[in-house]
């Protein structure tokens, strides 16, 4: 009998791994061929009598799918004529019962609950290298469970699992122990261990850690898969303690940049899983500081200063938008030792001004910023040198305003008695660059963003309010960023902040001056009408016009 179905079986084509039971009933045929392209999640190995390829498998589907099966009699002998459905299957080989059985249990095994195909994942070519297993033996069943309902079946080998994995090796001997089998000749046990993992998070990711287990060199395959999964498998290698995957994943997570998105996930599983020190000193390293903050320079000073002397304005513009974005209270950067003292940015306010004095006196400048420069910016315009030092304190106020420590420099402004006489002195051209610092605080005043005693709004207003007026149509042609529309109705509500009589002093040296040079002089005539009705229209008249 068996000599007789070797004979016939060899009659068959080639393509076909399991032949057709009856040619009335081809489609049974071909059912088994259809797992193969991705019906369900189980990967296994078959273990069949007669060798088959899974391309072989695919082939053998579609050709049995084009031609009636009761046509083929014979390898390269097809019929023109139909046969006898009996003849045909009178000359049919009786299949083997392991041929038989294999497909149906294989049908059963395929019906997993999950739809989603996944390639075979683990299974290694015989005698491929080391990474596949120790000759085809596939003694562990591994059932995955996921946390959304699906269910992934991994055929695996006993002796990789055990050599790779403390966690899977210690419910390996378990099995052992608990079954009592004998093992085999490779040291696995001749029966097959199941083991069921619940609570999977990511099926697909846990066979993709699963297979490095079968890779000789990890590394390269995680270069492929990117450092965003990476840091997903270093998570579920981790957690079933792989340790040649976790070292694998550290060193090449440590060779490679992060994006911002990949470093906040790498922090965040550093909180959550504790790994050796001296595997992971050279990615901790890029997270934090190995020495204490008492004993790292201040850096954010360094930086400012650097800022405030540099000649270079494309240069110095582009870093101040850059510093001050990383020193905003709004920043998304964490600044726990980088925060710059109300002293340290005064120390710097106060070298500027004393730059400012040195210029308009004409004197060399032995300060720290000037210093600096080389010889050539030295001999710059004095105009160009002037600007430099106002956009240096306009820039230190706006880091100033958002931390709420521009109060004090209010009354240093005031009290600056040197400049406003050189003020006087100076050309227009260059003399309204100082303007441009008052008008900063005008309208941070204006705006509310600065709130100031009232001794030192009058201080202000009563020392920079007459130069401004003067310095106005300069400002106007000169704006360098600043609006000017915004300017009017901030030095306007800035005044307004004063008592009546103090208001009183101040619009009327306005009114004179607007009166001579119109649009040289800022229009406050909203302030001035709202100055006017609160000083000489009383009672219920000025209580209805200021809630209108």
């Known amino acids: ?169 210690g419910l390996i001997s378990d099995y052992k122990k608990g079954s009592g089998s004998t093992s085999n000749g490779s040291g696995c046990s001749s029966k097959m261990c199941r083991i069921e993992v619940p ?6 990711l846990f066979r993709e850690t699963i297979e490095l287990m079968f890779e000789d060199d990890v590394t390269k395959r995680l270069a492929k898969i990117g450092v965003f999964r990476s840091i997903d498998v270093l998570e579920v290698a981790a957690g079933i303690k792989f340790t040649r995957g976790v070292l694998s994943c550290l060193k090449y997570l440590e060779a490679v940049p992060w994006t911002e998105e990949e470093e906040e996930k790498l922090r965040s599983l550093f909180t959550r899983f504790k790994f050796d020190d001296t595997t992971t000193r050279d990615i901790l390293g890029r997270f934090y500081l190995n020495d ?25 513009n582009e870093l101040k938008s850059l510093v001050k974005g990383l020193l905003s209270k709004s920043s998304v950067y964490e600044k726990n030792h980088v925060d710059l003292s109300k002293e340290d940015l005064y120390s710097v306010c106060h070298s500027c001004l004393a730059s400012l004095v040195s210029l308009f006196e004409g004197k060399p400048d032995d300060n720290r910023h000037e210093q600096s420069l080389p010889m050539k910016d030295m001999n710059k315009p004095l105009i160009e040198r002037v600007a430099r030092q106002v956009d240096n304190i306009n820039w230190l106020l706006e880091i100033m305003f958002d931390g709420q420590m521009a109060e004090d420099f209010v009354d240093i402004w005031a009290n600056q ?7 006087d002195d100076a050309s227009p051209m260059v003399r309204y660059e100082l303007s441009r610092v008052s008008a900063t605080l005008f309208v941070a005043i204006g705006t509310r963003k ?82 006017w009705r609160r000083s000489f229209l009383r009672g219920s008249e000025t209580h209805e016009i200021e809630s209108r």
């Not at 609570?199 to 697909?204: F, I, K, P, S």
């Not at 005044?495 to 406050?524: A, D, I, V």
Request: hydrophobic letters at 35%; aromatic letters at 8%.
């Open 199 to 204: 609570e999977v998070d990511n099926l697909g």
């Open 292 to 316: 204490s903050a008492d004993s790292q320079p201040n850096v954010a000073m360094q930086l400012v200063w650097s800022i405030t002397g540099s000649a270079d304005a494309n240069a110095r």
């Open 417 to 423: 008695q040197q400049l406003l006489k050189l003020h």
């Open 1 to 169: 009998m068996e000599r007789s179905y070797r004979r016939r079986r060899r009659t068959w084509c080639c393509s076909f791994a399991v032949p057709p039971s009856s040619p009335d009933n081809f489609y049974s045929s071909t059912h088994y061929s259809k797992p193969r392209q991705g019906k369900s999640e189980t990967f296994s190995k078959p273990n069949l009598s007669v060798p088959s390829s899974p391309q072989s498998t695919k082939s053998g589907s579609r050709m049995a799918g084009r031609i009636d099966p009761r046509r083929i009699l014979s390898p390269g002998r097809v019929s023109p004529i139909d046969s006898d459905p009996a003849a045909v299957d009178s000359a049919a080989p009786v299949p083997s019962p392991a041929i038989d059985s294999e497909p149906k249990l294989r049908s059963r095994s395929f019906r997993a609950p999950t739809p989603p195909p996944l390639p075979p994942a683990v299974v290694e070519e015989e005698g491929s290298g080391s990474g596949g297993t120790k000759d085809g033996v596939f003694d562990v069943r591994m059932c995955l469970r996921g946390k959304d309902g699906g269910c992934m079946v991994l055929e695996l080998n006993s002796v990789v699992l055990y050599a790779n994995s403390e966690v899977f090796a």
């Open 450 to 531: 600065l709130q100031c005693r009232l001794e030192a709004r009058w201080g202000l207003l009563q020392a920079w309010f007459k130069p401004m007026l003067l310095d106005f149509g300069w400002l106007q042609r000169c704006k360098k960023g600043l609006d000017m529309k915004a300017l009017e109705e901030a030095v306007g509500q800035a005044l307004l902040t004063l008592p009546l009589k103090q208001q009183h002093m101040l619009f009327m040296e306005w009114f004179r001056y607007f009166s001579k040079h119109g649009t040289e002089c800022p229009n406050l005539s909203k302030a001035f009408q709202i100055w």
